[in-house]
């Protein structure tokens, strides 16, 4: 046996050796005569084919007896060896994963500098033997190991391959889905909120001081910080900013200032934000799956993998998706305990509603949605002629406290080494500078300050302070502008309208076919009619606060609901998808195109994605920010003005890059400088808020460029002009509001006008 195991271990090496030459050759093939400028891409289909390859090769030599005697049957033939792949590629990612960070451990960590070029070679032989050693034991033991198939009825086998087949596909949706975003990802600039994210999340994780970035709970930001732990990077706090509790400075000095790489930041902390984004899409497969079957709950994963809003905000280092995670976890576990009504899931309900609230202070509002719940679910158990109502919600409202309690307990549990080491002097400062003088928010203040000073409550202090600060935001409001209406205070149409404009219209359709299905036809049984109630709460909630609050700046914010949408058109389109009439099928192929030949037209430009019932217009004239700008472009314009030999460019850009990193001969605008000649950038944030602050101030604005056609639009967000001396002789620039202040022009300005 051991003899064997030495022999299949130095097959596998052999196999590893011609796989890494194979590896090697089709990156080296696809960028010299495929794809020059893909050097990303060309390396994941690298991987990719050496992977089939060295499948093929360990199964037929490596493995052979193992491989053989698995897919003897022939009934599971195909069953098996779809298996041995997906759990073969499983183990190469992860052993690919292992090569890098193992490599650059020892890079940092041991060889240092003190081996001159041998460090290299030392830390390829380590990452290589670590990789080797994970790739050959997780294979032998895992990869090629028998079922319990054969042992089946051949109506279980039947079933369990056609649902196989379906978890086949739907990890083919999901490795789409991570694909697309990754391929985005790299493309994508910072944008605005990571700039503040990425350095409060790395904070938490090395130093576990709270002081940067409270109003947001830290769990996505520091999941998003932990591939950071295995980078060499120059410290954050080694700024003034640090001292300061500047977080935007901190930000800016941490990527692009101290000397780090920023888009080496961005990708590794964009990597888990993209991984939550899969978990979401799977949860989703799963609950669709239980309710509905594997051909429904394809088709309910289907939706969530082709919607722009997940595409285009999944890989970004924001709370947002996140959030939408925790939301439909925690209702769904919520539901778990009220069907098992079991310990062990009021636990579990208590343990995810914890870690919903760590992801995003919104989820607050899951305290309201299960109080609700509880009330209808007494109702049916009533109708169930189980128990009476009053003792079913008795029931349900101790295990409702119960949970709560749980979830607080998660919520404290995880501050705790978050903020162990801010000074104490700093969290005060932090509640000071955060909280007003107001009078009234006094005692709130000093009962905060209370709590700072205090090991064990220090930590629901910032918990709370978040949960102010958050909702006092939504009250406040934000600067909006829509459809060409600006605006400080709330908008009471925005979210239905931006819904309506950046939905797919297949979406919208059939949503519009759900609530009219659901109206002419009644509920089968109790069952569905609680089904229905389930994911009809959370959205109407959730919906209503957010419609009802001042923070008018991106369907982003709807995103925690649009998973209930997609269950609750699943159960509405149930029966067509399940049905085998050719005309029900034919429908259902043809709702699959209009959803994907659009999203992939798209491509990268999913952020600032409207659907075509907008065709025709300008979109930054639709709406702006998280919409449709948040700084995502600025890469591109980086391409465009290479290109095109553009060196002398003036750019206002509103986001979380750096333009003289990026274009270095660039000169930073302002809309307040005034009319200008030459090469011209503006962010369609600014182009359009100019217009708003602009009149306020009684300075110049965008207006002046609304008689100019733009040379180019970057992406969706970056406008870009070119304007000759000529140009403003013929068309002289005018302001519709008189102009009493000017910002003073930067040294390099000298147009004369």
Excluded at 224 to 239: E, I, K, V
Excluded at 681 to 689: C, D, E, G, K, L
Excluded at 707 to 723: E, L
Aim: aromatic share 18%.
């Amino acid at each position: 046996m051991r003899t064997k195991t030495i022999w299949q271990f130095l097959k596998f090496a052999v196999v590893g050796v011609a796989n890494t030459l194979v590896d090697w050759a089709v990156f080296y093939l696809l960028i010299f005569f495929v794809i020059p400028d893909g050097r990303f891409l060309a390396k994941a289909l690298s991987f990719i084919v050496a992977a089939i390859n060295s499948f093929i090769l360990n199964s037929i030599w490596t493995f052979r007896q193992e491989f053989y005697s698995g897919i003897a049957d022939r009934n599971l033939k195909f069953y098996r060896i779809s298996t041995y792949f997906i759990r073969f590629f499983i183990v190469s990612l992860v052993g690919f994963i292992i090569n890098y960070f193992t490599f650059r451990w020892v890079i940092f960590n041991i060889s240092g500098g003190t081996l001159g070029e041998n460090s290299n070679i030392i830390g390829l032989v380590c990452a290589s033997g670590a990789a080797l050693i994970w790739n050959f034991i997780i294979n032998k033991i895992w990869t090629y190991r028998k079922g319990e198939e054969e042992k089946l009825p051949k109506e279980e086998q039947d079933r369990k391959i056609t649902m196989f087949k379906y978890n086949l596909a739907a990890a083919g949706l999901l490795l789409f889905m991570f694909a697309i975003s990754l391929f985005v990802m790299r493309g994508d600039s910072g944008i605005v909120d990571e700039i503040a994210h990425i350095p409060a999340g790395y904070s938490y994780l090395e130093y576990h001081d709270y002081r940067l970035n409270p109003e947001h709970p830290p769990l996505a930001k520091f999941i998003a910080a932990m591939p950071l732990a295995f980078l060499n990077l120059h410290q954050p706090n080694q700024d003034l900013s640090w001292q300061n509790i500047d977080q935007w400075e901190n930000g800016w000095y941490f990527l692009y200032r101290s000397g780090n790489n920023p888009d080496e930041i961005l990708f590794w902390s964009r990597l888990p934000m993209i991984i939550l984004t899969i978990l979401l899409g799977i949860l989703l497969y799963k609950w669709a799956l239980e309710v509905f079957g594997p051909k429904t709950g394809l088709f309910v994963l289907f939706l969530y993998t082709f919607t722009p809003e997940f595409l285009a905000h999944g890989h970004l280092v924001t709370t947002d998706v996140a959030a939408a995670l925790g939301f439909v976890l925690a209702v769904y576990t919520f539901n778990k305990f009220l069907e098992k009504k079991t310990w062990k899931y009021l636990l579990l309900a208590g343990i995810v509603f914890g870690i919903a609230q760590l992801l995003k202070f919104s989820t607050f509002l899951l305290f309201a949605i299960f109080l609700v719940l509880i009330f209808i679910k007494a109702y049916f158990d009533k109708k169930s002629g189980n128990t009476s109502y009053w003792k079913a919600l008795r029931s349900y409202f101790k295990a409702y406290i119960l949970i709560s309690i749980i979830s607080v307990v998660v919520v404290w549990m995880v501050y705790i080494p978050m903020v162990w080491n801010t000074p104490v002097e700093i969290e005060k400062l932090v509640i000071n500078n955060n909280l007003t003088l107001d009078p009234r928010i006094l005692p709130l203040r000093n009962f905060l300050s209370a709590f700072a000073g205090n090991p064990i409550t220090r930590a629901l202090g910032h918990y709370l302070l978040g949960v102010m600060l958050v909702f006092g935001r939504v009250a406040g409001g934000n600067s909006t502008f829509i459809l060409g209406h600006f605006s400080d205070k709330s908008i009471p149409w925005f979210f239905p309208v931006a819904w309506f404009l950046k939905t797919p219209a297949t979406i919208i359709i059939l949503t519009f076919f759900s609530i009219i299905y659901l109206l002419v036809r009644k509920t089968k049984n109790r069952a569905e009619s609680w089904f229905l109630w389930l994911i009809a709460v959370p959205f109407v909630i959730y919906w209503a606060i957010t419609v009802k609050g001042s923070l008018n700046i991106g369907t982003r914010h709807l995103l925690p609901t649009i998973p209930f949408l997609y269950l609750f058109i699943g159960f509405a389109l149930k029966n067509i998808i399940e049905s085998k009439r050719l005309v029900a099928n034919i429908a259902v192929i043809v709702l699959v195109f209009s959803l994907a030949i659009p999203l992939i037209a798209a491509y990268p430009n999913y952020l600032g994605y409207f659907n075509v019932f907008t065709y025709g217009q300008k979109k930054y004239n639709l709406m702006v920010d998280s919409s449709l700008d948040w700084g995502q472009d600025l890469k591109r314009l980086a391409r465009y003005a290479k290109e095109n030999n553009i060196k002398d460019i003036k750019i206002d850009y509103f986001g979380g890059g750096l333009p003289k990193h990026y274009i270095p001969d660039s000169q930073e605008w302002r809309s307040g400088y005034g009319p200008t000649t030459g090469w011209l950038a503006v962010s369609a944030t600014f182009y359009q808020m100019s217009k708003l602050h602009g009149k306020e101030e009684g300075k110049w604005s965008y207006n002046w460029l609304d008689q100019y056609q733009p040379v180019k639009i970057i992406g969706t967000s970056i406008i870009v002009f070119h304007i000759t001396p000529a140009d403003l002789q013929q068309n002289p620039p005018q302001s519709p509001y008189p102009i009493t202040k000017y910002d003073e022009k930067p040294m390099y300005e000298n147009t004369k006008l």
